[in-house]
């Protein structure tokens, strides 16, 4: 028994295995040291990379009280254990404050600090951590949580080890969400520069997932979202920055992206995580104009720009860095491995606490001590709480109504529209509530999106931003916000937070 184990483990054949046996397989990395380009750096909050890890993948910190704790696989090899952050977190909030790097080099992934394009929200410049429960999936049945990048959020190692320098080769691949993405710079995951600043093309090589930038950046064919190579000051589909037709948009939820380089060579790969093979998008010559050779400095971003640039979107499941240029096949095999790993999209994760019904008419009272009697409602465009009884007038009742509405977003959460505006919705706009007439943007059906969640203080609901899952309804000065528990902002405040996020839903009062 044991020796059959240790053979499906050290076997590169064993692939075929990871399908129908429950045991101990290679993992990805094990996979890339067969084919003599070993990982360098391994990071993923979803599952183990090796077949024999066990150690810590990810750290959480909660709002409650400031703890931390380590997330571990539930076995060799296996998924997170997802219980046992949901124990951790439970009736607060939890931040990924570390995720490790699991090849044994030490490169763990840490808050962003400031850089050169921008510095982050918080007061020492650094960016915002991601929410530990904004991107929940399955693996092989089993309940994890990827890494949900909003904008300003970021997680960097200017320190790295082992990583590839100069004009050295190595290979990338990440698995991203590929619905969740925007046109900002840059969500980017792998090689960038180590003081956090643009110091010239060629000192980054970083896997791209997005629709660029648009000032004259790569695009590939369609409207994107594409899988492109931030290279700094420069984000390429190919060999020419400007258009690739070759590098298709990709449109499965969970995508695998690959980027590798070696000397004058590098190449663009990518495939849905869940099913199929990888296709090659570019394979050839390094652009020109001080790409070849290159200058990788070997420091590792996620979610961020080589410079700190923080204004993209993405969510993160997994992905890895190698010493040396990976051949096709051998990532044709981690392809197999991922889709092995069987990545779902469970769209019950994202919601939890008492059931809202799509097409009802819904009120939302407030739990904090100081205004059991306020319901969430708006005057004109702004979102507030009022006094609302049955005795009130018709138009107090209608403006403090709701329509419950499939997310605009996200179907998998909610929108709510106005009773007496009808086209119009709550949405969030530089962290207000507002009610705005749907335009029809991504961005407002975006920030038009809310995950109700069990309330944090055990009433109710709490609705948690699909596109800032740190954020929730808050009502502040009777006001409506999305607030972070104890962010940036005043309305942040991290006293009262779990009441002041917390409403309990009714039925309409018009
Ligand atoms: C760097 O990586 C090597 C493995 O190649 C490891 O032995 C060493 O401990 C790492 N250094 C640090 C500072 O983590």
Same mark, same amino acid.
């Given at each position: 028994m044991f020796s059959g184990l240790n053979h499906r483990r050290s076997s590169v054949l064993a692939f075929g295995l990871v399908a129908t046996s429950s045991l101990a397989t290679a993992g990805p990395c094990d996979i890339y040291s067969s084919g003599g380009t070993p990982c360098v750096a391994a990071h993923s909050t979803t599952r183990a990379l090796y077949g024999a890890y066990s150690g810590p993948l990810y750290q959480v910190s909660r709002g409650s009280d400031g703890a931390t704790t380590n997330i571990t696989p539930l076995s060799a090899g296996g998924v997170a254990n997802a219980a046992a952050q949901d124990s951790f977190c439970a009736?607060?909030?939890?931040?990924?404050?570390?995720?490790?790097?699991?090849?044994?080099?030490?490169?763990?992934?840490?808050?962003?600090?400031?850089?050169?394009?921008?510095?982050g929200p918080q007061p020492n410049?650094?960016?915002?951590?991601?929410?530990?429960?904004?991107?929940?999936?399955?693996?092989?049945?089993?309940? @994890?949580?990827?890494?949900?990048? /909003?904008? +300003?959020? #970021?997680?960097?190692? *200017?320190? $790295?080890?082992?990583?590839?320098? %100069?004009? @050295?080769?190595?290979?990338?691949? /990440?698995? +991203?969400? #590929?619905?969740?993405? *925007?046109? $900002?710079?840059?969500?980017?995951? %792998?090689? @960038?520069?180590?003081?956090?600043?643009?110091?010239?093309n060629g000192h980054m090589e970083a896997i791209y997932f997005g629709t660029g930038d648009g000032s004259g950046r790569g695009t590939g064919s369609g409207s994107g979202p594409w899988i492109m190579a931030d290279l700094e000051n420069g984000l390429f589909s190919g060999l020419s920055p400007i258009n690739n037709p070759a590098d298709p948009t990709i449109s499965s939820r969970f995508v695998t992206a690959v980027v590798k380089g070696e000397p004058n060579q590098w190449a663009i790969r990518g495939g849905d995580a869940t099913s199929g093979t990888l296709s090659t998008f570019y394979n050839g010559a390094r652009p020109s104009g001080g790409y070849n050779p290159m200058s990788k400095e070997g420091a590792i971003i996620l979610g961020i720009g080589g410079d700190n640039s923080d204004g993209a979107q993405g969510t993160f499941y997994e992905g890895v860095m190698t010493s040396g240029y990976p051949s096709d096949s051998t990532e044709n095999s981690v392809q197999a491995d991922i889709v092995a790993?069987?990545?779902?999209?469970?769209?019950?994760?994202?919601?939890?606490?008492?059931?809202?019904?799509?097409?009802?008419?819904?009120?939302?009272?407030?739990?904090?001590?100081?205004?059991?009697?306020?319901?969430?409602?708006?005057?004109?465009?702004?979102?507030?709480?009022?006094?609302?009884?049955?005795?009130?007038?018709?138009?107090?009742?209608?403006?403090?109504?709701?329509?419950?509405?499939?997310?605009?977003?996200?179907?998998?959460?909610?929108?709510?529209?106005?009773?007496d505006t009808p086209g119009s919705f709550i949405r969030h706009s530089n962290y207000q509530l507002m009610v705005n007439a749907n335009d029809g943007s991504k961005i407002f059906h975006e920030d038009a999106t809310f995950c109700p969640q069990a309330g944090l203080n055990g009433q109710g609901n709490s609705f948690r931003s699909w596109s800032y899952p740190t954020r929730y309804w808050r009502h502040y000065n009777a006001l409506g916000y999305i607030a972070s528990n104890g962010g940036e902002h005043e309305f942040d405040s991290a006293t009262l937070f779990n009441d002041d996020v917390s409403f309990v839903v009714s039925a309409g009062f018009a």
């Open positions: 009736g607060t909030t939890c931040l990924i404050t570390i995720i490790y790097d699991q090849s044994g080099h030490g490169n763990h992934l840490t808050q962003a600090p400031p850089g050169g394009a921008a510095s410049g650094f960016d915002n951590l991601a929410s530990a429960v904004g991107a929940p999936v399955r693996l092989n049945g089993q309940k @994890a949580y990827g890494v949900f990048i /909003a904008p +300003f959020t #970021g997680y960097r190692n *200017n320190a $790295a080890n082992g990583t590839a320098t %100069g004009d @050295a080769s190595e290979g990338l691949y /990440a698995v +991203f969400d #590929g619905t969740h993405y *925007n046109t $900002a710079c840059c969500f980017d995951y %792998g090689n @960038a520069e180590t003081n956090s600043r643009d110091t010239g790993a069987k990545y779902v999209y469970d769209t019950s994760l994202m919601t939890s606490g008492p059931a809202l019904n799509v097409g009802s008419s819904i009120s939302l009272r407030a739990t904090t001590a100081c205004c059991t009697t306020r319901y969430i409602a708006h005057t004109g465009a702004t979102v507030n709480t009022q006094v609302v009884s049955t005795s009130s007038s018709t138009a107090l009742k209608q403006q403090a109504s709701w329509t419950v509405r499939t997310g605009l977003g996200n179907s998998a959460c909610f929108s709510f529209e106005s009773n």
